[in-house]
C-alpha cells in the first residue's frame, strides 16, 4: 500500500506519520505543499503541526495551498484522507469535513495522553479494530470542535463521528472532555468516511516501552483493511 | 484604496478569549465590564479606485478565506 504524507511549512508531525506508516508497511513519500500533483497513493495524510505559522485561523492558509486541490480531488473520488490535528484543522477549512477547531476552552495548550471511544467501525479506519476505546496522546491548542447544529445533526444521523473523548471505561461526561469539544468529539468522518479527521495522534503511540501501542492498533487496522 | 473589515464571532459562539480579557478587566475594578468579544481587525489594499468594486471584491475575499462562516462574522467598514 502506498500512502503520501503532505509536507507544510510548519508541519512538525510528518517525520513521525512517516516512521509510523514505515513500520506498518506502508510505502511512504513525502510530498512538498507548492507540488502540483499527489503521486498514485492508497492513503493520503495530512500531518500535526502548525502550518503556515497558525495565520488566520488553524489549517486556513494551507487549505488555499497549492497541492490542496489534489487532496480535494483525491477525497472526492473516495480516496482515504487522513488529517491528524493541524490535519484535521486542515481539512475543515477546505470543507471536506464540517465544522471548525476552536481554541481550548479553558485557553490552555494540552499535551497528554486521553482515551477515545471508537463510534463508528463500517469504515475503513477503524473496521475490526481491537478495542473499543484506544489511549492516544494530544498536543494541540485549537481542538475544541464545533458545528452547527444542523451539521451535528447530520453527523449523528450518518454515524460520521469517529471518535469521542472519554476515560478508559469509555465514561463520555464532561470531566473527561479535554478541550470542550461539543459532544466529546476527537474526531468525525465526512460522509462517505473515506475522510477521517482526527485531534488525537496515532502516530505517537507506536512503541511499546516509549508509549503505549494503541496508535499500532490503529494503523495495523487500517493496512488490513486496505489490502 | 483600502477597504477595513472586521470579523468577530458570531453571537452564541464561545470565545473564550473574550471572557479571560472581561475577568480580568472585572479583576482590575472595571466593574461595569459585562461582556468582551475578540475579534480580528483587516485593512486591505486594492488596486481599484471605484468603492463599490472593491467592497465587492473584499465581501468574496471575506466568504472565502478572511472569515470561516461557521463560526465568525465579517462587517466590511
Not at chain 1, 471548525?100 to 499535551?111: S, V
Not at chain 1, 495522553?113 to 479506519?125: A, L
Not at chain 1, 465514561?171 to 473515506?194: C, L, R, T, V
Not at chain 2, 478565506?65 to 462587517?75: H, P, Q, S
Request: aromatic share 8%; charged share 25%; hydrophobic share 35%.
Amino acid at each position: 500500500m502506498k500512502s503520501s504524507v503532505i509536507i507544510f511549512p510548519g508541519s512538525n508531525c510528518d517525520r513521525d506519520m512517516d516512521v509510523a506508516l514505515k513500520k506498518f508497511g506502508f510505502k511512504n513519500q513525502m510530498i512538498w505543499h507548492n507540488d502540483n500533483s499527489i503521486p498514485k497513493s492508497d492513503l493520503i495524510v495530512l500531518p500535526g503541526g502548525f502550518s503556515y505559522g497558525d495565520y488566520l485561523r488553524c489549517g486556513s492558509i494551507a487549505s488555499k495551498s497549492k497541492i490542496i486541490k489534489s487532496v480535494i480531488d483525491f477525497a472526492n473520488s473516495g480516496g482515504l484522507v487522513l488529517g491528524v490535528c493541524n490535519g484535521f484543522q486542515i481539512l475543515t477549512e477546505t470543507g471536506l469535513l464540517p465544522g471548525i477547531l476552536q481554541q481550548n476552552k479553558y485557553l490552555n495548550f494540552i499535551c497528554r495522553n486521553v482515551f477515545v471511544k471508537v463510534k463508528d467501525k463500517q469504515n475503513k479506519y477503524f473496521k475490526d479494530i481491537k478495542k473499543n476505546i484506544l489511549e492516544l496522546h494530544i498536543a494541540h491548542n485549537e481542538g475544541n470542535y464545533f458545528c452547527s447544529n444542523d451539521e451535528m445533526k447530520s453527523l449523528e444521523d450518518n454515524n460520521q463521528i469517529a471518535v469521542t473523548y472519554c476515560n478508559k471505561n469509555g465514561d463520555e461526561s464532561d470531566e473527561n472532555n479535554p478541550n470542550g469539544a461539543i459532544k466529546n468529539i476527537a474526531g468525525i468522518f465526512n460522509n462517505k468516511k473515506n475522510v477521517l479527521g482526527m485531534m488525537p495522534h496515532p502516530e505517537r503511540m507506536i512503541d511499546k516501552y516509549l508509549s503505549g501501542e494503541d496508535g499500532s492498533l490503529f494503523f495495523e487496522n487500517l493496512l488490513r483493511n486496505l489490502n | 484604496m483600502i477597504i477595513k473589515v472586521i470579523v468577530t464571532l458570531k453571537n452564541g459562539v464561545l470565545d473564550p478569549q473574550g471572557k479571560a480579557i472581561q475577568q480580568t478587566l472585572n479583576g482590575m475594578n472595571f466593574s461595569s465590564v459585562n461582556d468582551v468579544r475578540q475579534g480580528k481587525f483587516f485593512e486591505i489594499n486594492v488596486n481599484e479606485n471605484d468603492e463599490t468594486k472593491a467592497k465587492l471584491q473584499v465581501e468574496d475575499m471575506c466568504k472565502k478565506l478572511l472569515a470561516n462562516l461557521v463560526i465568525e462574522d465579517y462587517k466590511i467598514l
